[in-house]
């Protein structure tokens, strides 16, 4: 049995997670997912910027915090912290925590590749809206493949103590070192499928051990001192989800359900670049005190492609908010609401969105929430988008005047003007896997 | 009998781009069978509304007593597009528990 704790479902989780995972128990290894969607295109920026940036800052301070300990206890990292430049990332590392050795992921960033694969014939459709690539060629700011737990597995090989990859899946962390321990192959379709469930369930760290948890929230222990999550994996694809004793938090049937269900599509069809996992298979058994077994997983053969993850400049938006109080303070934010868009309109800015919303009465739910009376005070949220940074900027400065020039009664201004932010959207779309060639480097000072 | 859904069942949403995902999980398996009768594409579609401008599918998990609902359409564009509050469909599951359903 092996022993594998996720201390990071994001970038910008809780920092404390990956030590007291650390510190508060036994693990084999730590897995700490960075990635999401549109971070590629921000670490591209930056990279762009400065060839020495584009990976996930928060991980070599990590590493060098946590070095010692994870010697002492032969603890290993698996990190997609690499973000679009592991190598980079690799050397922060090692001067954070010079004693350790630290293997690379290379090959998922396709960036400079486009114009090849268009030229070779893909269209690289969206996934959703089925148009080509070619559409938005020109504003495309990053491009990389999610890659499997295979090359992970193999980086692992190398004897290295931190494995950093780029865009691999969130699932491939948890799944490599089952792959790499266990000897799972590419036919392993069943146990891969179990692997990558198991990575599913702890991808977003406390999310299964508690957090955001609508079962009975308000006994869960100690949410202060959530416990994150741990994987005990068997060689035949069984596994106990767990957390360190003493922690806060519960792992349940509840909980694990609910983290199971979390940004699902067709559960018979959850597709990874190692197999095709059946989610209507699994079979869940509360077999102790925050001990969740585990077992039954089914899956298919790999796809013949991979998902290429690409982001793109998409126009710009402003989101800004005043609040108004009692008495008539939704009355007064409908009334402010109009006040502004006719303003919008004198000035001839039609864009092509505008959204408004009044927290406190629909803005969470919408048309389906409760009828509030007479509340005490809304929050008018007005949002503009549009290709033209001017006009969004315009938007901007007709909120904070309404305090002077409108209804009465409204504050809540002290941030000043909404800041105007590029949209960075995302794209979707397959590649034969065969364009993707991954290769691991160990890496020197 | 009409009961919140939220009586029988407990919820978790999330995005993908701009189609939101509800999984809906009966507290009791003998509830499922009420899940499947009563909480319908149509039934959300008519509930959300203007909310959701695309279909809504549902896929059964009979062994964890739930239901997968894709919303597509559902979350203003979605991700970074979106100018919603909640742009990430995080509060779609929330909403649903208000939804009223029979247990006759």
């Not at chain 1, 931190?162 to 490599?176: K, N, P």
């Not at chain 1, 948890?213 to 222990?221: F, K, M, R, S, T």
């Not at chain 2, 579609?45 to 549902?58: L, M, P």
Request: aromatic share 8%; with cysteine; proline share 6%.
């Amino acid at each position: 049995m092996i022993r594998i704790a996720n201390g990071q479902g994001f970038w910008g989780d809780w920092l404390e997670a990956p030590v007291r995972l650390v510190e508060q128990g036994p693990i084999d290894y730590l897995i700490l997912d960075y990635l999401a969607e549109v971070t590629m295109s921000i670490l591209q920026k930056q990279r762009q910027t400065d060839p020495s940036l584009g990976y996930a800052r928060d991980f070599p301070p990590l590493i060098g915090r946590l070095a010692k300990r994870l010697k002492e206890r032969k603890i290993k990292v698996v990190a997609n912290a690499g973000g679009v430049n592991p190598v980079a990332c690799a050397k922060a590392v090692l001067a954070a925590a010079p004693g350790l050795k630290v293997a690379v992921v290379l090959g998922d960033d396709v960036y400079s590749r486009i114009d090849d694969f268009l030229a070779k014939g893909y269209f690289m459709r969206d996934m959703d809206t089925g148009e080509p690539i070619s559409t938005i060629r020109d504003r495309i700011q990053s491009a990389n493949a999610y890659i499997g737990a295979f090359p992970l597995a193999e980086a692992l090989d190398t004897g290295a103590d931190i494995v950093i990859a780029g865009r691999s899946t969130d699932t491939a962390l948890a799944l490599a070192p089952m792959v790499q321990r266990f000897g799972w192959g590419p036919d392993d379709s069943n146990k891969l499928a179990a692997g990558t469930i198991a990575g599913h369930i702890v991808e977003c760290g406390a999310q299964c051990s508690g957090g955001n948890c609508q079962v009975d929230w308000q006994n869960i222990p100690d949410l202060a001192n959530v416990g994150y999550p741990i994987i005990e994996a068997e060689p035949d694809g069984t596994f106990v989800i767990t957390k360190h004793a003493g922690t806060g938090g519960r792992v349940h049937s509840d909980t694990v359900k609910e983290q199971l269900l979390y940004e699902l599509g067709n559960p018979k069809q959850y597709i990874t670049p190692d197999c095709v996992a059946d989610f209507t298979s699994i079979h869940l058994e509360d077999i102790g005190p925050d001990r969740v077994r585990v077992s039954g997983i089914t899956g298919r053969p790999k796809p013949p492609t991979l998902k290429l993850s690409i982001s793109y400049a998409n126009g710009w938006k402003a989101i800004g908010t005043l609040v108004y109080s009692w008495p008539q303070a939704l009355e007064k934010a409908e009334a402010a609401d109009r006040i502004v868009r006719s303003r919008l309109t004198s000035l001839g800015l039609n864009y092509e969105e505008i959204y408004t919303e009044f927290f406190g009465v629909n803005a969470c739910h919408g048309g389906t929430a409760a009828v509030v009376t007479d509340p005490p005070e809304v929050q008018l949220r007005i949002g503009v988008r549009d290709a033209s940074k001017k006009a969004v900027d315009r938007f901007t400065r007709e909120l904070i005047p309404l305090v002077l020039n409108g209804p009465p009664g409204a504050t809540g201004f002290g941030e000043g003007r909404p800041p105007v932010r590029e949209i960075v959207a995302y794209w979707s779309a397959l590649i034969p896997r065969d364009e993707i060639q991954t290769r691991v480097e160990v890496v020197t000072c | 009998m009409l009961v919140p859904l939220g009586q029988i069942a407990h919820t978790r949403s999330g995005d993908k781009g701009d189609t939101a995902n509800i999984g809906v999980i009966a507290f009791k398996p003998e509830h499922y069978p009420v899940l499947i009768r009563e909480v319908t594409p149509e039934r959300l579609k008519t509930f959300f509304g203007d909310s959701v401008q695309g279909d809504i599918e549902r896929f059964e998990l009979p062994n964890l007593g739930a239901l997968n609902f894709l919303l597509h359409g559902a979350l203003g564009g979605g991700g970074t597009v979106s100018l919603r509050i909640d742009a990430q469909g995080k509060t779609y599951g929330a909403a649903l528990l208000r939804m009223e359903i029979s247990l006759d």
